[in-house]
């Protein structure tokens, strides 16, 4: 099993910054990819971004050049650092870790962008 604990979530104004992180634990295994999705009211959850073990990453066109993800590989620990906060970005953020086809989700964390 794998457990994520996310923290950062927040209200913040439209403009603004804020940084998500979340620690995995439990029964890792090298090969994974880690990363962030969201889920807006009433919309499916979507793919925020990506970053695997080997250093690839997946990023939505809708954030590129506002967030960015980055991994601290020894502490199993990835971060979300979003600027340029707009409204349509307030979801609630899952972080993610998935390993030998298996998805593992923390349990959310709401930014809430608003003026």
């Known amino acids: 099993q794998v457990q994520l604990v996310e923290s950062g979530g927040g209200l913040v104004q439209p403009g603004g910054s804020l940084r998500l992180s979340c620690a995995a634990s439990g029964s890792l295994f090298s090969g994974n990819v880690m990363g962030w999705y969201r889920q807006a009211p009433g919309k499916e959850r979507e793919l925020v971004a990506t970053?695997?073990?080997?250093?690839?990453?997946n990023v939505a066109d809708s954030v590129k050049g506002r967030f960015t993800i980055s991994r601290d590989y020894a502490r199993n620990t990835v971060y979300l650092q979003m600027n340029s906060l707009k409204p349509e970005d307030t979801a609630v953020y899952y972080c993610?870790?998935?390993?030998?086809?298996?998805?593992?989700w923390g349990q959310g964390t709401q930014v809430t962008v608003s003026s």
């Open positions: 993610n870790w998935v390993q030998s086809g298996r998805f593992y």
């Open positions: 970053l695997s073990s080997l250093g690839s990453t």
